[in-house]
């Protein structure tokens, strides 16, 4: 098979294509069967908080960030897909303030099934992601496997007093999301050849947008919290800095950037797997206004692959924060605001 032939590379996916997580109550439950590991002073995060990346301290001036993450094929062009992965496992770097500085990939493909052009093009998307980034690719794994999968093992530097994390919102701040939000639905539709080829194209560019812009722009602001939105979708990322801050959080349903057609492919049953399992875990933790129904509910779960980075920020710095990223051309809305009330949990309004 050549790259000519227009191969359907999602095809080979068995999960429907979305990327989506293991589920944060099963990881939850299983971590916890696992013996605790030993304290060490430097490690500044770990596993105990659920955030992007773990922080380890070097010296009084300098941590390292580390992360891993791949997924099956959610994009049928094997070079667009290298992207993708490439952008979202990067991104984690973003989200804890760090730079990205090098890179080990991460194959398993079906080498008897699919031509190494194809193989070679993901790769070649994925060094281009790298070099955007200004990371440097060292190496990787590679495993013979009939369901093709790719991701990136990234480690990246941040000063051990600038690391971002998901546990540091205050009240009053307000919340900024940096690209919208659909891609798991879209996504599940490329699967399901109902996407046109610009449509294809508009959700591919919003994934392989990498979160290095919005990360500089938001770099000298008094920023309290961060995380990037990924698998556990919206409302799971949002409840994750909600209990790890121990804040309330608000958000706005007309507020956040939803895809064009987001909510016609929903109604059109393009809702993956991962989305409804993002919903039923978060049952007690997310409250919505009667007004908002089970479609809009779904689509704030929605597992997103590469998304944007959700930012807690001081109320008084948020417009001039937002105005900056709009200058740097970043899609981004202030979308809630964090509460002392009901902290660790949600509240999902028609629009604040």
Aim: glycine residues 10%.
């Amino acid at each position: 098979m050549t790259m000519s032939e227009k191969i359907k590379l999602t095809s080979y996916s068995t999960k429907g294509g979305c990327g989506c997580k293991i589920g944060p109550a099963d990881l939850h439950q299983v971590i916890q069967t696992l013996p605790p590991a030993e304290p060490d002073p430097n490690l500044l995060v770990g596993l105990d908080t659920s955030d992007d990346a773990g922080v380890y301290k070097l010296t009084d001036e300098l941590a390292l960030v580390q992360t891993v993450d791949f997924f099956t094929p959610i994009v049928d062009d094997p070079y667009s897909f290298g992207q993708v992965a490439a952008a979202n496992a990067l991104s984690d770097i973003y989200a804890m303030g760090g730079k990205p500085l090098t890179v080990l990939n991460i194959v398993a493909f079906p080498i008897k099934k699919l031509d190494k052009s194809v193989l070679a093009d993901i790769l070649r998307g994925a060094g281009d992601k790298v070099k955007e980034a200004g990371a440097t690719l060292v190496g990787g794994h590679s495993i013979d496997d009939n369901e093709p999968k790719f991701g990136l093992a990234v480690t990246g530097l941040v000063h051990p007093a600038k690391a971002k994390t998901n546990t540091g919102a205050k009240p009053g701040d307000k919340l900024i999301l940096t690209k919208p939000i659909g891609v798991g639905i879209l996504t599940t539709s490329i699967k399901k050849d109902a996407l046109s080829e610009e449509e294809i194209a508009r959700v591919t560019k919003v994934m392989t947008t990498l979160n290095k812009t919005a990360a500089e722009v938001m770099e000298p602001y008094d920023v309290h919290g961060c995380t990037d939105v990924t698998g556990f979708g919206l409302l799971g990322h949002a409840a994750e800095l909600a209990k790890g801050s121990g804040v309330g959080v608000r958000i706005g349903q007309a507020q956040v950037p939803v895809l064009p057609r987001v909510r016609e492919l929903a109604e059109a049953g393009f809702v993956p797997g991962g989305t409804k399992n993002n919903y039923a875990h978060l049952e007690g933790t997310v409250t919505f206004a009667s007004s908002i129904d089970q479609i809009d509910q779904w689509i704030l779960c929605d597992a997103v692959t590469s998304g944007g980075l959700l930012i807690s920020v001081a109320a008084d710095r948020a417009e001039a924060l937002l105005a900056d990223m709009y200058g740097a051309g970043v899609e981004a809305a202030i979308i809630g605001e964090t509460v002392s009330d009901h902290p660790g949990e949600i509240r999902v309004e028609p629009s604040l």
